[in-house]
């Protein structure tokens, strides 16, 4: 990458950095991003509030689609970097602002490369969650797979940096990589009244506190990593609370996470029962709800094998490492579940980091963005070579 070209990427990264907005408001972002993009001379289609699909077409020849994500974290920063974010409770902590501005350094790139058929740079509002989603309970990622703007792509292909990883390695792992997550609620229904009259009272606190117990348990001994976590991570009851009144109702929110889709569904069918059982047991109602599901996130094999020479060329074969799955998160997952695709892991530790994604203190090494964005570029060129048009 020439000296011009990523400085001007480093200034772009750092603007965005010390603006951060959360999930569908990324309204300036969106503006920054819009007009860089004019700067190329790619026309852009605007999507799901605040996202962005800019088309670059050479010639008739397949599509291939890049993705990059926009939204901060409600986390207050403490990096001490000269650029750190100027908005109070919100920063970039999960490298978003770098992977919007490799994702516009793949566009320099590809705006004078020479190639037939068609890139389009997706850049994604709200993949951390559904908040403020214009469709409940949807993500970024999910209203853009369901557009209809990407409906052409053959194939996608997307990166993440990692804070803890040397810049210049390459993470991937092909198959489920990342989690099927699901958030819940568990919301019990008992019969509140006098702690010392318990032969009236349904006390879901004391439901509550076998449920959590029951439902841990529900998805077995594990290996060290964990392929599956099911975590009781908020609860409350919906009366203010007192010494001497048992609560009428108690609300149990989670997360649970497994690598695997068919483990994922069976903890599912092992929750509802457990819930009839409580039921049962204790004469009570126990409503569960799921909300903000993302699928997990499906590496295609034959896709990474196709982008073997271009890792080879950028990354050295002593530094492509094959990863372990994450049970964590991404909506990058509709799009692999729409067609075959590839996710890396990409090399972005900084001198003295020791934190990793969603820490207030993570920081990242700009020099990650000399090796992303010509993975991509040259991924989409490598992609557009191998993968034949729609008939």
Known sequence: METQLFDKLVHIRRQLHSNPELGFLEFQTSALLESQLKELNIPVDHVAVTGLVATLKKGEGPTVMLRADMDALPVQEDTGVTYHSKTDGVMHACGHDLHMT????????????????????????????????????????????????????????????????????????????????????????????????????????????????AAHALVGPQPDPPTAVLAITHVETLARPSFNVIPSDLLLQGSMRTVQLAVYNQVVTKMRTLAQTLEAKFG????????????????????????????????????????????????????????????????????????????????????????????????????????PARP
């Open 102 to 213: 490799m994702l516009l350094g793949a566009a320099h790139l590809l705006k004078n490369a020479d190639f037939q058929g068609t890139v389009k740079f997706v850049f994604q509002p709200s993949e951390e969650g559904n908040l403020r989603s214009p469709e409940p309970g949807k993500s970024g990622g999910q209203l853009i797979m369901e557009s209809g703007l990407i409906d052409d792509a053959r194939a996608a292909l997307g990166l993440h940096v990692h804070p803890l990883l040397a810049v210049g390695a390459l993470g991937y792992r092909n198959g489920e990589a990342l989690a099927n997550v699901g958030n819940f609620a568990f919301h019990i229904h008992g019969k509140g009244g006098h702690p010392g009259a318990m032969k009236h009272v349904i006390d879901p606190v004391a439901i509550a506190a076998e449920l959590i117990t």
């Open 284 to 387: 009570c109602r126990i409503d569960l709800h799921f909300s903000a599901y993302y699928p997990s996130l499906l590496n295609d094999a034959q896709i990474h094998e196709q982008l073997a020479p271009i890792q080879t060329k950028l990354f050295g074969k002593d530094n492509i490492v094959e990863s372990l799955a994450y049970l964590v998160g991404e909506d990058f997952s509709f799009y692999s579940r729409k067609m075959p695709a590839q996710f890396y892991f990409l090399g972005a530790k900084a001198e003295q980091n020791e934190f990793f994604l969603h820490h207030p203190r993570v920081t990242f090494n700009e020099d990650c963005i000399k090796y992303g964005a010509p993975l991509l570029a040259e991924g989409a060129l490598q992609l557009l070579k191998n993968i």
